[in-house]
């Protein structure tokens, strides 16, 4: 058992020295947009919402919001006759016209759903039956076509509460069928990225997650049958029923789990979100059981400085899929990894956290051709490494991307600031 998930929970932090990056070539871009951007809050306490899914129904289109709650999405002016709809967990889905006088600048109020939920569910007694159930339906539930997949992907490492790195990139993800149960054969390329890294001295012995846009391969619960969903790994688990909620104005099952006892490495703990309909996994929140953090070190931690002492604290990850046409696909995937480093001999640690959000902004299964090896980021490639270091307000142009928090933006400027003046 060792062995097999060394080799599917590896997420691997590396922490090495500054290296030089790759080129991209640029993605052309042309057409028509209708651009829609705003704020999206909760009705009752005002709040902005974060991660809120923006969607275009009857396409492939769609992006998050950031943690403030705000949001862009560029969308073909083919589409001008069709409407935007904002989803949230819990929320009652909101739409409007994309012919609205209006598309900037929007404020979308978000109302929770007010339905008893304990008089509709009848929860199952066996709520390791009903993961079970999940698993079996996996060929009915998700795609049995290859897709190509187009995202967004941002990767942020902060020492303390200052953003020491920031890297992005738009990502193409090939995805064989689901019903095959294998990642041998997806393929994730950089399309084009930008990177931005601290100049101070004391930053730069840099952290550094290998692996990045792959985890739209290996973190895809359903496609990758060795991370959690296999049945024959179920019993290492114990699994209960907990609070239903609603994602798109339909019913969830809300199944719990834990590691069932401590096993040779770190399991994951968290929560499965099943459609109570089509028995289809909606969205998944785990995090790395951290009851043995030296097992838990083990399995993420390659590579670090002689002398360097490493002291995780978080792993955690949200996935989620969204249903099209009665077929559930990739949506949205974020890490959190938060973990400690102090040289021996010295009194402080330092403290460290890493983000990463992937979200897809579009789909296409028609006749799709797989990535080739020798243009895929492998799962041990370091993504910082494999984009430039070219930065500018207009870089995206029409791509649709997640909006940078207002937080993340003013750390941006200071560090290009930095960075042009170190160039100078």
Not at 38 to 54: F, H, M, R, T, V
Not at 171 to 197: A, C, F, M, Q
Not at 222 to 242: A, G, Q, S, T
Not at 404 to 419: D, G, W, Y
């Amino acid at each position: 058992m060792k062995t097999l998930l060394r080799q599917n929970i590896y997420w691997v932090i590396t922490l090495l020295c500054i290296n030089l990056s790759l080129p991209l070539m640029a993605t052309d871009t042309s057409g028509k947009l209708i651009v829609v951007s705003g704020i999206i809050k909760d009705n009752n306490n005002k709040q902005p919402l974060a991660s809120a899914n923006i969607t275009v129904p009857g396409t492939n289109l769609g992006t998050v919001s950031n943690a403030d709650g705000r949001f862009t999405i560029k969308i073909p002016a083919i589409y001008k006759d069709k409407m935007l709809e904002v989803s949230h967990v819990g929320y009652v889905n909101s739409r409007m016209p994309l012919s609205a006088a209006r598309l900037s600048n929007l404020t979308i109020w978000l109302n929770l759903y007010s339905n008893s939920l304990n008089e509709i569910i009848i929860y199952p007694n066996n709520p390791r039956l009903l993961v079970e159930e999940v698993i079996r339906k996996i060929s009915t539930n998700y795609s049995n076509l290859s897709n190509m997949l187009t995202a967004f992907y941002r990767e942020t490492i902060q020492k303390r509460n200052n953003y020491i790195g920031i890297s992005e990139a738009v990502i193409d993800i090939y995805k064989t069928p689901y019903d095959t149960r294998s990642i041998d054969k997806d393929r994730v390329e950089v399309l084009r990225g930008r990177r931005l890294l601290s100049q101070k001295r004391s930053d730069t012995l840099s952290v550094k997650l290998a692996g990045g846009p792959y985890l739209s391969i290996f973190m895809d619960l359903i496609k990758n049958k060795n991370l959690l969903l296999n049945v024959n790994d179920l019993m290492f688990y114990d699994f209960w029923m907990e609070e239903p909620v609603t994602i798109d104005n339909r019913m969830q099952l809300v199944i719990g789990f834990e590691p069932r006892f401590e096993a040779d490495i770190s399991l994951l703990k968290g929560k499965l979100f099943v459609d109570r309909d089509q028995l289809a996994l909606s969205r998944a929140e785990f995090s790395l059981d951290m009851r043995n953090k030296n097992k838990a070190i083990e399995t993420i931690l390659v590579k670090k400085p002689i002398g360097l002492r490493f002291n995780l604290q978080e792993m955690s990850y949200v996935v989620t899929y969204n249903e099209i046409d009665g077929k559930s696909y990739l949506s949205y995937i974020s890490n959190t990894i938060r973990f400690k480093c102090d040289w021996k001999r010295r009194l402080f640690s330092t403290g460290y956290k890493i983000n990463t959000e992937m979200v897809i902004t579009d789909r296409n299964d028609d006749n799709v051709k797989p990535i080739a090896r020798k243009d895929a980021f492998g799962s041990r490639d370091v993504f910082y490494d494999n984009v430039d270091n070219y930065w500018d307000e207009n870089f995206w142009v029409d791509y649709n991307i997640i909006e940078p928090t207002e937080s993340l933006e003013n750390a941006a400027t200071r560090l290009k600031k930095r960075t042009d003046t170190s160039t100078k």
